[in-house]
Every structure is written in structure tokens, then in C-alpha cells.
């Protein structure tokens, strides 16, 4: 019953390095998105997909690209890596049934980046 | 635009006491409401929803919230406290009718909450 799988759950990166943080689901949701969590900020929205192929803009995106090439899998990369950027991403998953949908999110457990 | 105020960053309450975390909330249409949970180094959990039909809604652990479309308030109620609901609380709204932003939801900075022995 793996539901989200985020992996890694830590990485430190030195300014401008690239990496790719990985979110897979299990549970056939069309819906996927990456969240970013800072102290006193909450949740902000960096990009989210409602099914494969179709992606889009979050409250926060500068700085990340993400794609969907299947239902599974929603990989977030940094192209070049900045501290601004550390944090602990989210990566959520829901059922969709189009505009209307009613369908709760379901969370992996976090990456924790670190930009030094 | 949707957003959402949890005006407490902190609330403390003695184990046994009923506990209160409020949350208000501003769309411009009929709002779809989420409760989640966080516990340390976790991911978040859902708790509780309102969509529509009874403003009192029941979700897990002994958790329910009332929406109040006049106040536009969505607090999170419990009767009796324990130790084990400790722990990192968000409310989040969506407007299905929004456009583009009915595709997101949009979460408070969160409220600790801290229960005594």
C-alpha cells in the first residue's frame, strides 16, 4: 500500500547544481502536484498536472520544471540550483473528475533540500 | 483569488479540554474546504471536508469542523483533547468555479497545536 513515494527524502546541492526529485503514486490519480513548505508560509503550489501530458503553473514556479509522461510519475527537476530554493517538497496526489472534483489530496513524505 | 487565515500560529490546550483551530477563508464563489494534519518529519493527512449539504462536518481521529458562510469561517473542533493530536494543522480551500485556480488548493501557514498532560 505504497500510496506517494518521493524519493530522495534528503538532498544538499551546491548553488547551480541540477537535480530531479522524484514522485510516483500507485493509486491511478490523474491529479499531481509539488508543494513547497517554508516556516510561516505553509503550503505554496510550485506546478500541477491533471493527467499525462498536461501540465501547469503553480503560485510559485521560477526555478522548477516538471513534465508528465505517464499517469505514475511527476518528477520535479531544479535546473540551477539557489538557496532560496531550499526547503521540504511535497508532492500530492488526488483522484480528478474534472473541474468540480471533491477528491483530498494525498501527501508523500517530503524531500528536504538543502542549498548551500 | 482564494486564500486562506489561520490567525493562531500557536494554540495550547490542557489534555481533556475541548479544542478550537480556526480558520477563515476568502473566494468568490462556493468554497470547497479541507482540513490536513502534519506530524513531525510526515507528509500531511486529511482530515475533514466540506463540499456541501451539512454545515457540521465529521472526519477522522474525533475531528469535526462547522462551516459558517456568514462568518466564512471553517474552525476545527474537538471535544476532548489528547496528548497524541499534537501537531501541525492546516486548513486549505478550493473554488471549483475559478478557473485556472480551481485546479489549486490553497492552504493557511498552519496553526501548532499543543496539548498539556
Known amino acids: 500500500n505504497a500510496g506517494v513515494t518521493q524519493t530522495p527524502k534528503f538532498q544538499v546541492l551546491k548553488t547551480g547544481q541540477s537535480m530531479t526529485l522524484q514522485c510516483a503514486q500507485d493509486m491511478n490519480h490523474e491529479y499531481m502536484s509539488w508543494y513547497r513548505q517554508d516556516p510561516g508560509m505553509g503550503l505554496r503550489l510550485i506546478h500541477y498536472s491533471v493527467g499525462a501530458g498536461i501540465t501547469d503553473q503553480g503560485e510559485v514556479p521560477n526555478g522548477y520544471n516538471v513534465s508528465r509522461s505517464t499517469t505514475e510519475d511527476f518528477p520535479l527537476r531544479l535546473l540551477s540550483a539557489a538557496p532560496s530554493q531550499t526547503s521540504v517538497y511535497f508532492c500530492a496526489s488526488s483522484s480528478w473528475t474534472g473541474q468540480t472534483n471533491t477528491g483530498e489530496l494525498f501527501f508523500g513524505e517530503g524531500s528536504r533540500l538543502t542549498v548551500l | 483569488a482564494q486564500s486562506v487565515a489561520q490567525p493562531e500560529d500557536q494554540v495550547n490546550v490542557a489534555e481533556g479540554n475541548p479544542l478550537t483551530v480556526k480558520c477563515t477563508y476568502s473566494?468568490?464563489?462556493?468554497?470547497?474546504l479541507f482540513w490536513y494534519v502534519q506530524y513531525p518529519n510526515r507528509g500531511l493527512q486529511f482530515l475533514l471536508k466540506y463540499i456541501t449539504g451539512d454545515n457540521l462536518v465529521k472526519g477522522s481521529y474525533g475531528f469535526e469542523a462547522e462551516f459558517n458562510k456568514s462568518q466564512t469561517s471553517f474552525h476545527l473542533k474537538k471535544p476532548s483533547a489528547l496528548v497524541s493530536d499534537s501537531a501541525l494543522y492546516f486548513c486549505a480551500v478550493r473554488d471549483p468555479y475559478s478557473g485556472a485556480g480551481s485546479y489549486q488548493l490553497t492552504f493557511g501557514k498552519g496553526t501548532k497545536l499543543s496539548v498539556i498532560p
Open positions: 473566494v468568490s464563489g462556493n468554497p470547497y
